[in-house]
């Protein structure tokens, strides 16, 4: 479903990411596990559109993403979730959850906004609420939701699990659990290698802007492990 190709992300003089190549077959979870500074989010918002790759190419269903913008990423169905949530703080939280899917009607917003608060009861217990006024891991539950409002083939989250809680964390992972469920295919990079390894089926370890290690999880636990603490 997703295949990247040898990509390269810089910031001015500054390599991001260098030579990356990961493959995501439709159904899996894959985890992207690294330190702080490895490089996780530049290649997701590569994939996303939200930075331009400098070499390489991202291919989504077949189609090269590499003249499609961000927007037209989003309608050709990859949901995003990013690191550190960027809700719109002084959206309700309604808004925030159903600008993931803007462009989607009436009826198929409803249909999400019922589907999500059956899933997320705090929804619509906060429904009108500004969502900078919630908690980091409501804050968390809001970006996954909007994320998943357009009912995704393919969901990029970047580290959902930063800063939460032992009891956001099981939230948010059984949300997770909830698209596998669906057979949505998901991408997820985390430092905390614990929780984020129950739920992948494959991984990669990401330092210094390159691919390490990849395989089973069974296969890069231990490393995974040693990113963690580091
Ligand atoms: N906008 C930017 N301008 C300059 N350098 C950047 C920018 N964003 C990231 N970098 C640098 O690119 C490298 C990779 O950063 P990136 O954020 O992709 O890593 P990460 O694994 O997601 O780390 P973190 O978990 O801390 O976000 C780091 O050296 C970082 O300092």
Redesign the pocket.
């Known amino acids: 479903m997703l295949a990247v190709k040898d990509l390269e ?1 810089r ?2 003089g ?1 390599t ?2 260098s030579g990356v190549s990961i493959d995501v077959a439709e159904g899996e979870t894959v985890l992207l596990i ?12 590569a994939i996303i559109g939200l930075v331009q790759a400098s070499h390489g190419s991202v291919r989504f269903a077949g189609r090269d993403l590499s003249a499609v913008s961000c927007d037209g990423r989003a309608r050709a169905g990859i949901g995003y979730s990013p ?1 550190g949530r960027r809700v719109f703080p002084t959206m309700s939280v309604a808004d925030n959850v159903l600008s993931g899917a803007c462009w989607h009607g009436g009826a198929s917003q409803r249909q999400a906004w019922a589907w999500l608060c059956g899933i997320f009861p705090i929804l619509k217990e906060r429904a009108s609420q500004p969502a900078g006024q919630l908690s980091g891991g409501q804050q968390q539950i809001v970006a996954l939701a909007r994320a998943m409002s357009s009912f995704p083939k393919l969901l990029l989250l ?2 959902p699990f930063l800063g939460l809680a032992p009891v956001w964390i099981a939230q948010i992972s059984e949300a997770i659990r909830h698209m596998q469920q669906r057979g949505t295919t998901i991408l997820m ?1 985390e ?1 905390m290698a614990r929780p984020a390894l129950k739920l992948a089926t494959r991984g990669y370890v ?1 330092r210094g ?1 390159e691919v390490r290690r990849s395989g089973t999880v069974a296969e890069i636990r231990d490393v995974a492990l040693a990113e963690e603490y580091l």
């Open positions: 992300v910031y001015g500054i991001a990411i690294g330190a702080n500074g490895a490089g996780k989010s530049s290649l997701i918002n690191e970047d580290e990079t430092q990401m802007g």
